[in-house]
């Protein structure tokens, strides 16, 4: 996996930088069929087949030493790209609820930043919400995809995501040699929350009013790693859960960022829902925004989608929708041509 302790083999990694094709007259680019590219990494066949004798042992790790330096060479194009860029990556789903991929998440955020990126970290906690609501007897309840959220449940929401999820990434950053600085919403008031247009059904649901993203600059520049929880207040000071996805996009606008990336626990776009095999790579604002009309993009994919264009239409270069369940869809997304997702451009 790239730059980090390498397998011998892997089929996700590309074996030649390739620039991102520009997009064609048609709105939406779908999946290609598989082709040769994704085998052709430079991996001797004595290093992928059983131990070799004694005598051959230098040859092989001479071997699979030769295809770690391959893969460090073809990713320099791609890190030339965005050195001093910053990425907003939207955390949750999958990603956040198994221990392996949690980790591939971190190492992937520490190993950006350590090449030349910024990378900014906003981040969800549902799974762990809910346990914590029924452990003080509450039973979570939705309402349109969105968490009902009456007094009680907003305590809980603010004492996890910012008490116990925010500081647990913190930790995990900091123990891969990163730098992260845990903030919510509320801090410097980065987030200004307004009530949801439901709030009567949705009870502290909130809205991003707007965003001052003056105590992320400073951050930002340092090197470090902002990790924010999406609790924020309103004028008055009344906590509100805001939807991460949302307050991704916003932040990703405020801070003129290069890319929004949402981590969900699907493939991206489908051309057609019922078929796995129809994900579109690349697809414009307007192409979405048809798909929509269709009946195509539908669902809890559509706030995903409608926070993507908003974020563009304030500036941000692309957004993509990211398959999170993928060990490493970080760098396949940024350092590789081929992807992981859709992505969405302006």
């Not at 004595?46 to 699979?64: C, D, E, G, I, V």
């Not at 914590?132 to 996890?160: C, H, I, K, N, S």
């Not at 957004?319 to 041509?337: F, K, Q, Y």
């Amino acid at each position: 996996m790239l730059l980090t302790k390498p397998h011998l083999f892997n089929p996700l990694l590309p074996s030649a930088p390739l620039s991102k094709p520009a997009p064609s007259s048609s709105h939406a680019r779908p999946l290609a069929a598989p082709t040769a590219r994704r085998g052709r990494l430079r991996v001797s066949a004595a290093s992928a087949a059983a131990p070799a004798p004694s005598a051959a042992a230098p040859a092989t790790a001479a071997a699979a030493a030769l295809s770690r330096v391959d893969v460090l060479s073809e990713a320099l194009p791609f890190i030339q790209r965005f050195k001093g860029k910053t990425v907003v990556v939207k955390y949750g789903g999958a990603a956040m609820k198994s221990p392996e991929l949690q980790a591939s998440v971190i190492r992937d955020l520490v190993l950006l930043s350590f090449v030349g990126l910024r990378p900014v970290l906003v981040h969800g906690g549902g799974p762990e919400i809910n346990s914590w609501l029924l452990r003080v007897g509450v039973e979570p309840q939705f309402r349109d995809g969105l968490r009902v959220t009456d007094a009680l449940t907003m305590e809980v929401v603010e004492m996890v995501l910012v008490g116990k999820v925010n500081k647990n990434l913190v930790s995990l950053i900091n123990l891969a040699r990163g730098t992260a600085v845990g903030l919510c919403g509320k801090d410097a008031r980065l987030i200004t929350a307004r009530p949801s247009p439901n709030a009567a059904a949705l009870g502290f649901v909130g809205e991003v009013a707007r965003v001052d993203a003056t105590v992320l600059h400073p951050i930002i520049a340092s090197g470090h790693i902002p990790v924010i929880a999406t609790v924020a207040a309103d004028e008055n000071g009344q906590a509100y859960n805001i939807n991460a996805d949302t307050a991704a996009g916003e932040i990703a606008a405020a801070v003129g960022a290069e890319k929004l990336l949402l981590l969900t626990d699907v493939s991206g776009i489908l051309a057609d829902r019922n078929d796995p095999g129809s994900l579109v790579k690349e697809i414009d604002i307007a192409g979405v925004r048809q798909m929509v009309a269709d009946g195509k993009v539908a669902g809890g994919m559509i706030p995903k989608v409608e926070c993507c264009v908003r974020a563009l239409a304030q500036g941000v270069h692309t957004a993509s929708i990211i398959d999170g369940r993928v060990p490493h869809s970080l760098l396949l997304e940024i350092l590789t041509d081929e992807g992981t997702g859709t992505m969405i451009t302006g």
